[in-house]
């Protein structure tokens, strides 16, 4: 596990990609810190495993008993409970929590940046669990909400879905968020409500 990357953040943190700041102790531990889940990746977390251990998709090594157990060992992908790693273990049972985040549809105007990896079936682009993604818009839209996202494994986003206004819309929300500053009876979430982001 790689824990030099310190950038501009105070001593026992570590950087995110898009600079946030985390605790060291955050990292490879299972859970997505960094917006663009980068403490979790296969670069920071990968060790070199036992042969007596597996190596889930991040990197981490479990223990090779813990395989194929119907129960998923890996946190970020379930690697060790995958149909094509287990097909032929007796009472194995594929399991159905393992599931891909889609692009969505092409009316939400938002899209996979062209800077992203991702993969395409049937001509819909996904990424798996634990893989990164960029959101974009539309080249006349502004994305409101958090643009990087990461897969988790029962195929949900782990932030809420960003969105997409026209420049009139994204006008109306910053007066809104500038109002709901001076005017503190007004809820945060209120301002998201009335503009539908989340």
């Not at 393992?98 to 682009?125: D, L, Q, W």
């Not at 990424?127 to 974009?136: A, H």
């Not at 819309?169 to 539908?196: C, H, M, Q, V, W």
């Amino acid at each position: 596990m790689l824990e030099s990357q310190r950038g501009n953040c105070g001593q026992g943190e570590w950087q995110c990609v898009d600079k946030e700041c985390i605790p060291t102790s955050s990292l490879c531990d299972g859970q997505i810190n960094c917006s663009d889940g980068a403490d979790e990746s296969l670069a920071q977390c990968y060790e070199k495993c036992e042969e007596d251990q597996f190596q889930c998709g991040n990197g981490i090594c479990i223990s090779k008993d813990k395989v194929c157990d119907n129960t998923i060992d890996c946190p970020m992908d379930g690697a060790d409970e995958l149909q094509t790693v287990c097909e032929y273990v007796n009472g194995y049972k594929p399991s159905n929590s393992y599931r891909p985040c889609n692009e969505g549809p092409e009316e939400n105007g938002i899209f996979f940046s062209e800077s992203s990896t991702y993969h395409i079936a049937n001509g819909i682009k996904y990424v798996l669990p634990n893989e990164p993604i960029r959101f974009r818009c539309d080249y006349y839209k502004i994305i409101v909400g958090t643009e990087s996202n990461v897969c988790m494994l029962n195929g949900t986003w782990h932030h809420d879905f960003p969105k997409c206004l026209s420049p009139r819309e994204y006008r109306d929300y910053e007066a809104e968020l500038k109002k709901n500053r001076t005017n503190s009876n007004t809820p945060r979430n209120g301002i998201k409500k009335l503009f539908n982001l989340y």
